[in-house]
């Protein structure tokens, strides 16, 4: 009794491992679920939207100006940003608000994208961080899964 009980305990766990393993490789190479939080891509994606992010166009290097992005925050390693991609290395930038007077330009470097919310207004973005790494990207917003009457895909902008 005792070595049935055993055997399906050690047959249980080897399954629930490879099943963690696959999800694991399918999560960190495939693509993810997100949940969305915060103001700064309205109204494209608003408070508590659930988006897919998939990771393969970051390995691929298909990451394209108008494209939503999730990426770790040059701030905090623990927190995920999203946000559009406005330049691609060495692209040219206007980096001041609206309401100034005199524009200010910078490029963005190799190996670097900047990034910008939808809701200018009350977004932190590049204009505040400069540009960020490519390797700080997590993946590319392709699907809004929830709320269900915004399913589908996310229409690209054309970026100013």
């Known amino acids: 009794m005792f070595r049935r009980v055993l055997g399906k305990t050690l047959g249980f766990m080897g399954y629930t ?90 490029y963005v470097p190799q190996g670097h994208v900047w990034l910008e919310g939808d809701n200018l207004k009350n977004s932190t973005d590049s204009r505040t961080y400069g540009p960020i790494p490519y390797a700080l990207i997590r993946g590319r917003v392709c699907y809004k899964l929830w709320p269900p009457h915004n399913f589908g895909t996310l229409i690209e902008r054309t970026v100013r």
């Open 17 to 106: 491992i490879q099943y963690g393993c696959i999800a694991h490789c399918a999560f960190e190479y495939i693509g993810e679920l997100v949940v969305c939080t915060g103001p700064s891509m309205e109204p494209t994606i608003v408070n508590n939207d659930v988006v897919f992010s998939e990771r393969l166009s970051r390995h691929f290097c298909k990451i394209k100006k108008g494209d939503i992005i999730i990426a770790k925050s040059p701030f905090d390693p623990h927190v995920n940003v999203c946000k559009r991609v406005i330049g691609l290395e060495g692209d040219k930038i206007c980096t001041s608000a609206p309401s100034d007077i005199f524009k200010t330009h910078t």
